[in-house]
């Protein structure tokens, strides 16, 4: 196979704190990972959980304690992975004295780009990501989601081989959330590699080949999204309609929305809720598998997560 | 070399479009008052006077905003976290530093220039004419540019491990401490102990000796400065500016950004 796009060995991070910084923060605990040629790779996890962490030690902002990692076979320590790498910060913030097309010009000067190919890239960048009527304002009059879009721009620009980005979604209207889905899979398209991380598990649904699950700075798994949340479903689920007042002892466990009842059940009491519905001369709309989504596997292991923390402060470990 | 450039020409834009040229209003303003001012007493010092006063503005006027801007060079960029996406490109993180240098040192000088070219006005103002010897004036504002160079280099390392108020206050102080730096090498203390004298003599070499720097006195009666003081006061420069910048870059390239 070939290099992969990306791989991490060993990274761990801590943060010094407290009086004369004697304590230790870790951030980042032994994370080893790659991402191959081409994916789509999701970092998800909860707040505080390592993810910007990570991204910043790959681009070199921070170094880490211990391990290493690669960018297309070179060393990160190497500054030239950058001429093929493309980042965008979490709550980037920009030269504010400039105009949107004025930073991607200067920008774009690092990759030795020349005059007539710089224009036509960020004419075609700023278009593409719908800030063509704003190019020329002063990026501090910009508001929080165009500045994400500027970043977004300024990231694939030179139209780098690995897209490293960190929350890209955050702050977008459901336009521009569109717009970057679309364009992450166009990335995809083209055979470009691309590692984001979010918290919103339907955009890592819906664009990721893998994921990467990672909580209280430790990696708790890797696979697809579907390998992930397990195979095994956890139920049925019964959508009905019934008029008020008639005798239903499934009532009691079920959900009301409005005129439509919701009752989840496992699948061998399926026939005898069925029964019940019938006898009432309840509507049945629809009768479906639950599936455990990527949010509950999610939720799961935060939950765990805190379990142990606190089991480990009572313990006064 | 090119990174360097790009970065030092988007440094200056950005004291451009902050307005920081905007104090030339203010010295010029001063050198009118002055010229005016002088005009009327004309006791035959009007010249020593206009050329004094200049050369304190220029140099006053250009430590403000070396020190000021110098030390926001690199830690307004970390605070505002403007550098992320700047480091996240093919650039060194030395070659960032030198451009932000670079484009701070442009600054100040096109900001000299205008001021020494004030000063010749002032001067033709109440004159009427410009001399041969006036040309000294032009080593002065040379040998000022030098000092602020060096107060730059020395703002940026500060900036580079503590805070910016910490950073401002270290500058300020280094240079004060550097305008007596001379004297400390020659002070002959009958009740300090040995050991002491020499401490202090240790010190004194170690701080930027600005005195060197100073010619405005001889300058100010229209005498010669001697061209060894100024290939001196030229290397002594160049080499403790390359000392300053390279130990700022050697600790911003180790530094973690928050
Ligand atoms: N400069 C710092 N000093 C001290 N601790 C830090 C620093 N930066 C991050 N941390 C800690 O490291 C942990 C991981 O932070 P990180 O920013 O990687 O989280 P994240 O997964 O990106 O979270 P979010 O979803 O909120 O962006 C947090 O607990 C945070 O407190
Ligand atoms: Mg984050």
């Known amino acids: 196979m070939a290099t992969p796009a990306i791989e991490i060995e060993h990274l761990s991070k801590e943060?010094?704190?407290?009086?004369?910084?004697?304590?230790?923060?870790?951030?980042?605990?032994?994370?080893?990972?790659?991402?191959?040629?081409?994916?789509?790779?999701?970092?998800?996890?909860?707040?505080?959980?390592?993810?910007?962490?990570?991204?910043?030690?790959?681009?070199?902002?921070?170094?880490?304690?211990?391990?290493?990692?690669?960018?297309?076979?070179?060393?990160?320590?190497?500054?030239?992975?950058?001429?093929?790498?493309?980042?965008?910060?979490?709550?980037?913030?920009?030269?504010?004295?400039?105009?949107?097309?004025?930073?991607?010009?200067?920008?774009?000067?690092?990759?030795?780009?020349?005059?007539?190919?710089?224009?036509?890239?960020?004419?075609?960048?700023?278009?593409?990501?719908?800030?063509?009527?704003?190019?020329?304002?002063?990026?501090?009059?910009?508001?929080?989601?165009?500045?994400?879009?500027?970043?977004?721009?300024?990231?694939?620009?030179?139209?780098?081989?690995?897209?490293?980005?960190?929350?890209?979604?955050?702050?977008?209207?459901?336009?521009?959330?569109?717009?970057?889905?679309?364009?992450?899979?166009?990335?995809?398209?083209?055979?470009?590699?691309?590692?984001?991380?979010?918290?919103?598990?339907?955009?890592?649904?819906?664009?990721?080949?893998?994921?990467?699950?990672?909580?209280?700075?430790?990696?708790?798994?890797?696979?697809?999204?579907?390998?992930?949340?397990?195979?095994?479903?956890?139920?049925?689920?019964?959508?009905?309609?019934?008029a008020e007042g008639k005798n239903l002892p499934l009532l009691a466990k079920a959900t009301r929305t409005g005129e439509r009842y919701r009752v989840q059940m496992p699948e061998e009491e399926l026939y005898g809720a069925i029964e019940q519905l019938r006898a009432a001369g309840a509507r049945i709309l629809s009768v479906a598998q639950i599936k455990p989504t990527l949010e509950e596997f999610f939720m799961n292991l935060v939950e765990a997560d805190r379990a142990q923390a606190n089991a480990v402060e009572v313990s006064g470990k | 070399m090119k990174n360097v450039r790009t970065v030092a020409a988007n440094t200056f834009r950005e004291a451009v479009r902050d307005r920081v040229l905007y104090n030339l209003v203010f010295f010029a303003l001063l050198m009118m008052g002055a010229a005016i001012l002088v005009g009327q007493i004309s006791i035959g010092i009007e010249e020593s006077v206009i050329v004094s006063l200049g050369l304190t503005a220029i140099s006053v006027i250009g430590l403000f905003i070396a020190v000021f801007i110098g030390v926001g060079l690199v830690s307004k960029e970390m605070d505002k976290r403007t550098l992320y996406a700047l480091l996240a490109k093919p650039v060194e993180r030395w070659e960032f530093l030198l451009g932000k240098f670079c484009g701070l040192v442009m600054t100040l000088t096109v900001n000299t220039a205008a001021m020494a070219v004030g000063l010749y006005l002032a001067l033709w103002a109440v004159k009427h004419t410009l001399e041969k010897s006036d040309g000294w004036i032009l080593v002065a504002v040379y040998l000022i540019l030098l000092k602020l160079a060096l107060i730059v280099a020395l703002a940026l390392l500060f900036s580079c491990f503590t805070t910016p108020f910490l950073a401002i206050l270290f500058t300020a102080g280094i240079y004060v401490a550097g305008v007596f730096a001379g004297d400390l090498r020659t002070v002959q203390a009958v009740d300090l102990s040995p050991a002491t004298m020499n401490l202090l003599k240790g010190v004194s070499y170690l701080l930027p000796n600005f005195e060197d720097f100073n010619v405005m006195g001889a300058v100010a009666h229209g005498r010669a400065v001697p061209g060894a003081l100024v290939g001196q006061a030229t290397l002594y420069a160049v080499v403790y500016g390359a000392v300053v910048l390279a130990a700022a870059s050697a600790i911003f390239s180790r530094r973690n950004l928050k």
């Not at chain 1, 999701?42 to 170094?63: Q, V, Y």
């Not at chain 1, 501090?140 to 500045?147: I, P, Q």
């Not at chain 1, 500027?150 to 780098?160: C, T």
């Open chain 1, 15 to 242: 943060y010094p704190y407290g009086f004369l910084n004697l304590k230790k923060k870790i951030s980042l605990e032994d994370l080893s990972m790659r991402v191959d040629t081409g994916e789509v790779f999701g970092f998800l996890g909860p707040n505080g959980a390592g993810k910007s962490t990570t991204i910043k030690l790959l681009m070199r902002l921070i170094f880490p304690d211990r391990g290493t990692a690669r960018i297309l076979g070179k060393s990160i320590d190497d500054v030239s992975m950058h001429q093929e790498t493309g980042y965008l910060p979490e709550q980037p913030y920009f030269y504010d004295y400039l105009t949107a097309a004025e930073l991607l010009d200067y920008f774009a000067r690092f990759h030795g780009l020349t005059a007539t190919d710089r224009k036509t890239r960020v004419q075609n960048m700023l278009k593409k990501v719908g800030l063509e009527t704003a190019k020329k304002i002063q990026l501090r009059k910009y508001s929080k989601g165009m500045l994400q879009r500027v970043g977004l721009a300024q990231a694939i620009l030179h139209d780098p081989q690995v897209v490293i980005l960190d929350e890209p979604m955050s702050g977008l209207d459901p336009l521009g959330r569109r717009e970057v889905r679309d364009i992450i899979l166009e990335l995809k398209k083209d055979g470009r590699t691309v590692l984001f991380s979010t918290h919103i598990l339907s955009d890592a649904e819906m664009l990721c080949d893998r994921v990467g699950v990672i909580v209280g700075g430790k990696l708790r798994g890797v696979g697809t999204p579907g390998e992930m949340v397990g195979i095994q479903t956890q139920g049925m689920e019964v959508l009905f309609e019934v």
